[in-house]
């Protein structure tokens, strides 16, 4: 399990914590600052103004009646919070509530400063000194007339941190779960498939999350590489049959031949009997190694300009013989301009097969028909049809098998390898066989799209490796 | 022929070395590549059977490669048991002359090596051929046996012409293949007899002496011998 410190999703909500505050900073600090000011600036001119009346007053009344007017308002408590001292050049209190000259030049101004209020202990105060004739006023006000304010802010501002951080600690835990929860599941499908099981599956919902997508992604490729371990399954089954059979054969014979000791004679023509099988063993092990090569890809990088029409000519003219022999007229066509991005080697082969199928299915004086035509767009279609008998359609996805061969081939001559060879080249091209029915007669098309050549140049490495995998194969000879 | 062989497997050694001397040719084998590079360089050889893959350092690449970078011509066919077409132009790349996958029958062998060698004492491909009383002009493109002309298709007198040139020689259908309608894959079926028997109408059908023979097991020869 990924500890704490290494989840993804507890950084990022880390991660998303600290830009929060960084934000909440960001905002707060100028607020702050800016509302000091405010503050400051307020608080001075109501002091200047409470200074201003009491000034006008001495101005206008003299400094006695300033006093009373100081104990007046001071007894009758409309002073509130403020600080007032009437003081005589020499320091001494004339009037106010406070017990002497704090600690405060007698220079007229703004003053923040600490003084002993008595009762309330000692205060920051700012205070305003005035000067009036041979006297000192001093006009303060308790700071803490602001104090519930701004612990407001403080405490508002705690608490948006607080639940910022705890909010997104919550959502990080909470999410890591739920993802460690879906990795997990995946995690453990991943494991049934690595121990054999490769019909498991990713659990997959409806949206489109990046996990899902991914799920999704990886079951796909799950189908594919089923497909193929089916496919590899299959072609070691039949394999197995295959070639088991004329090695069965092969060993019989040569068995026998020790055991009855014929006469020279018959021996060699046993012997040669027992060539012959070999040499089936021999083709059937080439078909499959030309197919494996096919099916790695490997070719892709010979591919040159090549006319179908071309290779399809030479088939057609390399087999006119035999289905002439046969009573079969094999008639080509070709149309437009044929040149397709391809393989010659294994275009020529996939063509000579799939005449060569038709040929073995077609009755006497049947017709085959080989078409090679460009189609708008680029592509280029081989076509070869005839008037055999056919193939169901339950059977038209099997003949292209490896090794399938259907209820008709049996007692004709072949491996079984040809359509799925002709297949596979389809594939290497960007393509597939399409099957179709005639009625009565089988077609067989092979479309080269115009961009055949490979979109993607085929990996180095794979290129290196398989050639000696497929060298380790066939070197049971030397 | 001298003929030399350079082959790490004992076994093919021994059936090659007997077969090639009952067809009357003197073989100098040498098991490993460090001997085959040598005897290569020094002997006067008319043909080289390689192995691709041999024991030791040297390859059976590597040895044609020098060979050709020192300017010895001898033809090489190369015997190997990477049957790739990519591995097949590999090694004709490098200076290779044919390419023979193992495991081979002993005639395909033999027919390519009489077919290397007589390639490289050159082929003129004006002059006309002679088989008994068959005759071709390649440059007029006529075939007459004995007064009567006959008419091929291009393809069959490209047939025929491979043959003239290999006459008294035996040739393969793979070599037909790969050499008249440039197949270098197995068809799996006997279109080359198809064709062969086609000829074999036209040019022997009326006489009572047939040029035109197939040799069991191997292939095909045209001969006015017995």
Redesign the interface.
């Given at each position: 399990m990924t500890s704490v410190v290494r989840s993804s999703a507890l950084t990022l909500a880390l991660g998303y914590i600290a830009l929060g505050l960084v934000a909440l900073v960001l905002f707060a600090a100028p607020l702050w600052y800016a509302w000091q000011g405010t503050i400051r600036e307020g608080r001075a001119e109501i002091l200047q103004a409470d200074a201003q009346r009491l000034a006008d007053v001495y101005r206008r009344d003299g400094a006695l009646a300033l006093k009373n007017f100081i104990d007046a308002r001071l007894r009758m408590r409309i002073a509130g919070d403020r600080t007032l001292l009437l003081a005589d050049a020499g320091g001494h209190p004339l009037a106010g509530n406070l017990d002497g000259w704090p600690n405060v030049p007698t220079v007229p101004g703004d003053y923040r400063v600490k003084i002993d209020l008595g009762s309330k202990g000692m205060q920051t105060v700012l205070v305003h000194v005035a000067a009036l004739g041979n006297y000192n006023l001093l006009v303060g006000r308790d700071n803490r007339l602001f104090a519930p304010l701004e612990e407001r802010f403080w405490y508002g501002l705690t608490g948006a941190i607080a639940v910022l951080s705890i909010a997104g600690l919550l959502i990080g835990v909470i999410t890591r779960r739920a993802l460690m929860s879906r990795v997990d599941s995946i995690r453990q499908t991943v494991s049934a498939i690595i121990h054999g099981d490769l019909a498991h599956r990713l659990p997959t919902h409806l949206s489109d999350d990046e996990l899902n997508t991914l799920s999704r992604t990886i079951n796909g490729m799950l189908d594919q590489i089923e497909q193929l371990v089916r496919g590899v399954r299959n072609v070691s089954n039949s394999i197995a049959h295959d070639l088991r059979t004329p090695l069965a054969e092969l060993r019989s014979r040569l068995e026998e031949l020790a055991l009855i000791r014929p006469p020279p004679e018959q021996a060699f023509s046993e012997v040669d009997g027992a060539v012959a099988d070999v040499d089936r063993v021999i083709r059937i092990f080439d078909a499959l190694l030309r197919l494996a090569e096919i099916d790695a890809g490997l070719r892709r990088s010979g591919f040159v300009a090549v006319d179908a029409a071309d290779l399809a000519a030479t088939a057609v003219e390399f087999y006119a013989p035999a289905a002439e022999l046969k009573g079969i007229a094999l008639n080509f066509r070709a149309d437009g301009p044929t040149t397709v991005a391809g393989d010659p080697v294994l275009l020529a082969q996939a063509l000579s097969n799939l005449i060569d199928n038709a040929l073995k299915f077609t009755p006497n004086d049947g017709m085959i028909r080989v078409a090679v035509q460009s189609r708008p767009g680029g592509s280029v279609e081989i076509s070869v049809a005839d008037n055999g008998p056919g193939i169901d359609d339950a059977e038209k996805a099997k003949v292209v098998e490896r090794f399938y061969r259907g209820d008709a081939s049996r007692g004709t001559p072949g491996v079984g390898l040809g359509l799925s060879l002709a297949q596979a080249v389809a594939k290497l091209h960007g393509s597939a066989l399409e099957l179709s029915d005639l009625n009565p007669g089988l077609s067989v098309l092979l479309t080269i799209p115009a961009d055949s050549a490979p979109a993607t140049p085929p990996a180095a490495d794979a290129a290196a490796s398989d050639p000696a995998r497929l060298a380790g194969m066939a070197a049971t000879g030397s | 022929m001298k003929i030399l062989l350079v082959e790490?497997?004992e076994r093919?050694s021994q059936f090659v070395i007997k077969g090639l001397q009952e067809a009357g040719h003197t073989t100098d084998h040498a098991a490993n590549g460090r001997d085959g590079m040598f005897l290569a360089a020094s002997e006067p050889y008319d043909v080289i059977v390689m192995?691709r893959?041999l024991p030791g350092d040297i390859d059976g690449l590597a040895i044609i490669e020098v060979l050709r970078k020192a300017g010895k011509r001898t033809p090489i066919l190369i015997l190997?048991?990477?049957?790739?077409?990519?591995?097949r132009i590999r090694g004709l790349r490098s200076g290779g002359d044919d390419y023979l996958?193992?495991?081979f029958?002993f005639g395909e062998l033999l027919a390519r090596l009489d077919a290397l060698h007589r390639r490289a004492q050159g082929v003129n491909h004006e002059i006309p051929l002679t088989v008994g009383n068959l005759h071709m002009d390649p440059m007029t493109r006529k075939v007459s046996r004995g007064d009567r002309q006959i008419t091929l298709q291009p393809?069959e007198f490209k047939l025929l012409e491979y043959l003239m040139r290999h006459a008294d020689q035996v040739v393969t259908r793979t070599m037909l293949l790969e050499n008249v309608?440039?197949?270098?894959?197995?068809?799996?079926?006997n279109?080359v007899d198809?064709?062969i028997?086609?000829l074999r109408q036209k040019i022997d059908a009326e006489f009572e002496r047939p040029l035109l023979r197939t040799v069991r097991?191997a292939g095909y020869m045209v001969t006015a011998g017995e």
């Open positions: - | 790490d497997n093919v192995d893959m190997s048991a990477l049957s790739d077409v990519d591995d996958t193992k495991p029958a393809r309608w440039d197949y270098h894959f197995d068809p799996q079926t279109v198809v064709h028997s086609k097991n």
